[in-house]
């Protein structure tokens, strides 16, 4: 959302807000569930039940179709074959393996590129995303592509944890549906068209949070999604208030892995399951927590690649690096994506059968990027700042640094188009997040990397006293 927009839509009442979203709403559910939807989550619910070489084949059917598709009618993969050509090699793009790794900073600079030479993109659903390295992409989707996605999503999680879209449901985000400095409710929107209470993770300060569970409430809300960490926070506070009584059914987390004691204190906050799922805009790669407590990949989202650090797949029991060939959006086809995540198989020890029955293949863990968070002055956590990214501003990459409660230093790498415009629109897409606070520019070379070569896109450098003074918030 522009900032004039975003200025004008936090200067309307609470009930315009709330229209808004619920138009928004309706919009997007046109787009994601069609007359076809029940059928796709037919489908995918029959697919659970198939052995390993059925599904297999099924992949393998699909990927042939993809690679093909991305060979010949995409820009970026049939300049890259052309070339290949000319240099005599021969191998065949009809075989993954031979199929080099994608990077994210090669689909930043040229994402038009990877859109199939016979679509319109003005018939597409055009979604930006920064990912975790503060850096910006563009992604287009076919209204086929989103509605197998949400179809998918139907089947592996609403219908395995035994709710609908239909029922009301509240979602923890990143969205800013309330101005930062508001410090009365609502810091929510009512979503009328999709039926949901999007309620902000910006204004979890202690002393907000009872309006939260309030509303929970009130809007008689049946299963949220959310943050670990925020739903976390809303958990201590209903176990300190000693509030019984929730008819929740069930809590999905998303965005961030789930820690023990997360999952604990939620479940014993809301007499509900924890469930985990996995996924990102690009739309290669899936998973979702069945009720035996196993992560089980989507194998419709992707093929599903766990890569050691010499390039070959890792051992099982091993961590490696998560790369995925998208199956669902043939129009932006994405082949042997690094999704920036690691991951791990189970041993040998562990049995194949999962207590669930179902035969989708099971992952042992996702360790997504673990990012510090940052804090305010009033003890409010701020999580999955890459929000703050996902406009055109310019950027090869950024970091963010917490030095004080009242000081964040961004360092960030310019594109050779910034401008002065957009280092402004950084510095408020920060304080919109974080208040009124310093936001120190520095203009760098390269974001310095960690010891291990990992980026950070958060680096929290607070004191031991300001970390002990929010760590009493957050425990």
Not at 62 to 82: C, D, I, K, M, N
Not at 198 to 219: E, F, G, Q, V
Not at 250 to 271: C, D, L, M, S
Not at 311 to 334: F, I, Q, W, Y
């Amino acid at each position: 959302m522009k900032a004039s927009l975003l200025h004008l839509y936090h200067r309307s009442p609470a009930w315009l807000r709330s229209a808004a979203a619920t138009a928004r709403g309706l919009q997007l559910r046109a787009w994601r569930y069609g007359a076809e939807t029940e059928r796709l989550v037919e489908d995918a619910l029959e697919r659970e039940s198939w052995d390993e070489n059925r599904l297999r084949d099924w992949q393998n059917e699909r990927l042939s179709r993809v690679l093909h598709r991305a060979a010949t009618r995409v820009p970026f993969y049939r300049e890259q074959w052309g070339e290949r050509r000319r240099r005599g090699d021969r191998t065949s793009w009809e075989y993954l393996k031979n199929w080099p790794t994608l990077d994210k900073d090669s689909l930043r600079e040229n994402p038009r590129a990877f859109v199939a030479d016979d679509c319109d993109v003005r018939r597409m659903i055009h979604d930006q995303t920064s990912g975790t390295t503060g850096k910006s992409l563009d992604l287009w989707l076919s209204r086929a592509t989103v509605r197998a996605w949400y179809a998918l999503s139907e089947a592996r999680w609403r219908v395995w944890y035994g709710v609908t879209r239909r029922d009301r449901w509240a979602m923890l985000g990143g969205q800013l549906v309330a101005p930062h400095a508001a410090r009365r409710p609502p810091f929510w929107v009512w979503n009328a068209g999709m039926k949901q209470l999007y309620m902000s993770s910006y204004h979890l300060a202690p002393d907000l949070i009872p309006h939260y569970l309030d509303a929970l409430r009130k809007y008689r809300v049946r299963y949220v999604l959310g943050y670990p960490s925020s739903l976390y926070a809303l958990a201590r506070e209903a176990l300190r208030r000693k509030q019984d009584g929730w008819r929740l059914s069930v809590v999905v987390t998303n965005a961030e892995p789930v820690y023990k004691h997360q999952r604990e204190t939620i479940e014993a906050a809301f007499g509900c399951p924890v469930r985990e799922t996995y996924g990102m805009a690009e739309t290669v790669a899936a998973a979702s927590e069945c009720d035996a407590h196993r992560l089980h990949l989507w194998p419709e989202a992707g093929v599903f690649e766990i890569l050691a650090a010499d390039g070959r797949a890792a051992s099982r029991g091993s961590v490696g690096e998560v790369v995925s060939t998208g199956l669902l959006n043939e129009d932006m086809p994405l082949v042997r994506y690094r999704v920036g995540d690691r991951a791990m198989l189970p041993d040998e020890t562990t049995p194949s059968a999962c207590g669930c029955g179902r035969r989708l293949p099971v992952l042992a863990s996702i360790e997504g990027r673990v990012q510090d968070a940052l804090y305010t002055a009033d003890g409010r956590r701020v999580g999955c700042v890459d929000a703050v990214y996902a406009t055109h501003l310019q950027l090869r990459e950024a970091q963010i640094i917490q030095e004080t409660l009242g000081r964040v230093r961004v360092r960030y790498v310019p594109a050779p188009e910034w401008t002065p415009e957009a280092g402004a629109a950084l510095v408020e897409g920060v304080r919109a997040r974080m208040g009124d606070i310093e936001v120190v520019l520095e203009e760098v070379r390269e974001v310095p990397r960690a010891a291990n070569g990992k980026f950070r896109l958060v680096v929290c450098d607070l004191s031991a006293a300001e970390r002990a003074r929010v760590g009493e918030a957050w425990g």
